[in-house]
C-alpha cells in the first residue's frame, strides 16, 4: 500500500540539502501526520525547528535561521524571551484563560490600546482578524 505522502518522503530522502537530524524527522513527520495546507508551499523539505530565541529559529541539525514568520499568531513577540516567559508564567499561575470574558488584565490591555491609538472604543478579537 502507497503511503499518503510517498512522494513527499521521496523528495526528502532524495534531498542532499537536508541534514540528518531532520531527514530522520521529516520522514517521521510524513508518516503520522498530514503536511497540511502550508507547509510544503513554503519550502521544498521544511526545518524541524528544535528551538527559538529573540528572532532567529534554529533546526534539529543545529542549522540557524531568521524566523520570518514570527508575525503569525502571538509569536511577534519573539521566543524565548525571559521578561515574557515571567509574565506568561504570572499569569497562568492566577488565571490561564477566561474565554472571551473581561479580566482586570484584559481591561488594562483594551485601556492601554484606547490611550496609544486615535481610537476610543474597541474589539479584541483573533490574531487573523485586520482590526484591533
Not at 540539502?17 to 510524513?30: M, S
Not at 481591561?107 to 476610543?120: F, M
Request: charged share 20%; glycine share 6%; with cysteine.
Amino acid at each position: 500500500m502507497t503511503k499518503p505522502f510517498e512522494n513527499l518522503l521521496q523528495q526528502v530522502h532524495n534531498d542532499p540539502n537536508v541534514g540528518p537530524n531532520n531527514r530522520v524527522a521529516l520522514e517521521e513527520f510524513l508518516t503520522n501526520e498530514t503536511p497540511g495546507s502550508c507547509l510544503y508551499t513554503k519550502w521544498s523539505n521544511p526545518p524541524i525547528i528544535a528551538s527559538g530565541k529573540g528572532s532567529r529559529v534554529t533546526d534539529v541539525d543545529g542549522v540557524e535561521y531568521i524566523d520570518c514568520i514570527t508575525g503569525m499568531s502571538s509569536m511577534n513577540i519573539g521566543h524565548a524571551d525571559e521578561r515574557v516567559a515571567d509574565v506568561m508564567r504570572e499569569q497562568y499561575l492566577k488565571l490561564s484563560h477566561w474565554f472571551d470574558f473581561p479580566t482586570p488584565e484584559r481591561l488594562r490591555l483594551v485601556q492601554r490600546l484606547i490611550d496609544l491609538t486615535p481610537v476610543s472604543y474597541t474589539h479584541l478579537t483573533l490574531p487573523t482578524t485586520p482590526y484591533v
